[in-house]
């Protein structure tokens, strides 16, 4: 019969990492769609910046109180899961507490462990009551009705249940342990299960026994669960934050990124040996045409698809924003949101046709995101400077609004009547270029 369970084990463990490893593919897949950028210079700063943003939490703790919290959690949902490895060990091997070797070190680990999920459990009620009950602004938005607020929710039961899982599987142990039953070894120690442990006083040993294989086993299950659900939810932050951080954007805020065929184009312009009236090189068969700017998820680069996914929607991009705090249309959550939504369903078209993606006549503009709330956008990077984990919405309102000049010339009526000044007066304003310097004879 033991082996039976370790086999089913073992069938559970190929099913969760298989399934994973399938999600994982898919999602670099996605990635992938967006078009090249170099984000690997500076290593040294990019390990700095990944250092402190992702794995030190710097920006969290800028709301202290709910900055700590998120590190309870975070901290305390990564650490105890570091007991997973010894579960996937006793399964396999049908052992038991395996690493109970370590003797006193492994005492206060498992003592450790038991306090940080306590802590998880505090944390994540308070989260909990900051959404549902409190409804902060940011968390009863627009941005998060339906799946998005649901998911949330999700995500806050699947950890405080596992986090119970783990202390009753605890105190089923101590309890066993104190009863003296067959291969429950003194191991441990349950500063926080103890109290849980009298509720298995006068259960038969047998009874109790099932207990504590049951809580062991849901325990697994669920992480299992829990790691294939995050490609589908918003927490799939927890294992991007990190290649997020280390890729962002390291040049000043506010530089505008000039396009290369632009740029080339004005250096031709600028060479008194070219011939201005020569015609452009013919493309090369099979070239795809770079588009000014972007109008769909294959024209963003790929570091800005990540951030799509990496996105926590926390709001606290949005709540930083001066257009949404005036009224505007703009969400940089939504933004973040919508890149994602289309890229999962461009994703799902070339899933459908044998790895080609088929027109399926939308875009991420128009479709998703609208002129209005690319134009309402001051530009002033608050957002990219909210984001817990070093994510840009700006980057991608900047490209679409440049398709939307470049490739389509609908820029708002103020701001094409600025750009034909600049080209025909070489200033914002309507007047001559020979009435520019009139300004000094008015002191």
Not at 25 to 48: A, M, T
Request: charged share 20%.
């Amino acid at each position: 019969m033991s082996y039976i369970d370790n086999i089913l084990f073992v069938v559970v463990l190929a099913l969760g990492f298989g399934y994973f490893a399938f999600n994982v593919k898919k999602l670099i897949r996605n990635i992938k769609l967006g078009h090249n950028v170099d984000r690997f210079d500076n290593p040294g700063e990019r390990w700095s910046n990944m250092a402190v943003i992702a794995l030190g939490q710097s920006k969290m703790v800028r709301k202290p109180v709910m900055g700590i919290l998120h590190i309870i959690v975070y901290v305390g949902f990564v650490l105890i899961n570091v007991e997973l490895l010894e579960i996937i060990i006793d399964g396999i091997f049908g052992t038991h507490r395996l690493f109970s070797f370590m003797g006193g070190f492994y005492n206060f680990i498992i003592g450790f462990f038991e306090i940080l999920a306590f802590g998880v459990i505090a944390a994540v009620t308070i989260f909990w009551v900051r959404r549902n009950s409190i409804k902060l602004k940011r968390f009863v938005h627009s941005d998060l009705k339906g799946w998005p607020k649901s998911d949330a929710n999700y995500i806050l039961y699947f950890e405080s249940i596992l986090m119970v899982f783990f202390l009753t599987m605890n105190a089923a142990d101590a309890h066993l342990q104190s009863v003296g039953a067959h291969h429950y070894a003194q191991a441990g120690s349950f500063p926080v299960s103890c109290f849980i442990s009298p509720l298995f006083d006068g259960m038969s040993e047998g009874t109790v026994m099932i207990i504590e294989r049951a809580a062991w086993w849901l325990h697994i299950v669920g992480i299992m669960i829990f790691m294939n659900y995050l490609y589908f939810s918003k927490h799939l932050h927890i294992l991007l934050a990190f290649p997020n951080t280390y890729f962002a954007n390291l040049k000043p805020k506010g530089k505008f990124v000039n396009l290369e065929s632009v740029t080339n184009e004005v250096k031709l312009m600028m060479d008194p040996n070219a011939d201005p009236f020569a015609a452009a090189p013919p493309a090369a068969e099979g070239e795809v045409i770079a588009k000014f700017g972007a109008s769909d998820v294959q024209d963003l680069n790929w570091v800005q698809l990540m951030n799509a996914y990496t996105c926590t929607e926390c709001g606290r991009c949005t709540e930083a924003c001066p257009a949404n705090i005036t009224g505007k249309k703009l969400s940089p959550r939504n933004i973040m949101m919508k890149t994602r939504d289309r890229l999962e369903e461009v994703g799902k078209n070339i899933d459908k046709n044998k790895g080609t993606f088929v027109d399926d006549g939308k875009a991420l503009l128009n479709d998703y995101i609208t002129p209005e709330e690319l134009w309402a956008c001051t530009t002033c990077n608050g957002c990219v400077e909210a984001c817990p984990v070093s994510i840009d919405p700006l980057s991608i309102i900047m490209d679409m609004r440049r398709y939307l000049v470049m490739e389509q010339s609908a820029a708002p009526v103020e701001l094409n009547g600025m750009m034909t000044n600049i080209e025909n007066n070489g200033a914002p304003w309507q007047y001559s270029q020979m009435d520019r310097l009139n300004w000094k004879d008015e002191a």
